[in-house]
């Protein structure tokens, strides 16, 4: 899998999540990545990124690119499409009260050793571990390389800018977020996942949801977990100490929250 500069061995990234996402995550040993358009931080925020490489085209290669505007118009999600790219999400700080408020209020967050992330592997080489870039001020340079390419290799048909638009600049869009998010130093692990029997679906918030699960290698990268703030964390620490010891997990820190916030 690729693995980006930034985070290096030793490290550690924690998935904010829900008592039942950690018993998921820990008894079937997988990851859920869910359709980006299907994130928390809802579909406002490929749009956000869409918004601002349009520009970005503009800017780098003028307005004689009719075409390349085109294909950033495609990577709209289209009625009757089949979305291809999944996203499950990390960040560097363990204890954030924007995460425990935003996406595991009474949970946890599991602690996942960096270089073990890096080892997955989905059998395509599709899984890429990337940094979220705040604003596209950030993600200035990756962007214009990848729109040069883009422009080297066009124009496309139609069939192509669908492909392209999928398989390509999605994935880039699910990277780039609103500057407002920036406390969040988040990582997200890319899937572009194109087999049906290797998709799933759930019911969550917004409805049907799109996942795809990610195996764990073995020795299991989990090497935390921290009780989020809740009524009784004493009675949280015993449940989940019973479930790693069940489930053969060896070497788990866990530690409470201090949080200063109050369910």
């Not at 679906?201 to 996942?211: E, H, K, S, T």
Request: proline share 6%; glycine share 10%.
């Amino acid at each position: 899998m690729a693995f980006e500069d930034g985070l290096g061995p030793g490290r550690v990234l924690y998935h904010y999540t829900s008592p039942p996402g950690l018993l998921g995550i820990l008894e079937r040993r997988c990851l859920f990545a869910s359709d980006v358009w299907f994130l928390n931080d809802d579909a406002s925020e490929v749009r956000y990124a869409q918004t601002r490489m349009a520009e970005r085209v503009r800017q780098y290669l003028g307005p004689d690119q009719p075409w390349l505007q085109a294909l950033l118009e495609v990577s709209e999600a289209k009625p009757g499409w089949l979305d291809d790219v999944f996203v499950a999400s990390f960040c560097e700080e363990p204890d954030l009260l924007s995460q425990w408020r935003g996406y595991a209020s009474g949970g946890f967050a599991i602690g996942f050793a960096a270089d073990g992330l890096a080892a997955l592997d989905d059998g395509e080489g599709t899984l890429r571990l990337v940094q979220v870039d705040y604003g596209a001020e950030s993600a200035r340079r990756r962007l214009r390389g990848l729109f040069e390419q883009l422009a080297d290799g066009g124009p496309y048909s139609g069939e192509e800018r669908e492909r392209l638009a999928r398989t390509v600049l999605l994935p880039e869009m699910a990277r780039v977020k609103e500057p407002s998010f920036s406390e969040e130093k988040e990582w997200r692990l890319l899937v572009v996942e194109r087999r049906p029997e290797r998709i799933f679906f759930r019911i969550d918030a917004p409805g049907v949801v799109p996942y795809v699960e990610i195996a764990l290698p073995e020795p299991s990268p989990v090497g935390e977990i921290v009780i989020g703030p809740a009524v009784d964390q004493q009675l949280q620490r015993r449940g989940v100490e019973q479930l790693l010891a069940r489930r053969g997990y060896r070497g788990v820190e866990i530690r409470e929250s201090t949080s200063s916030l109050r369910l």
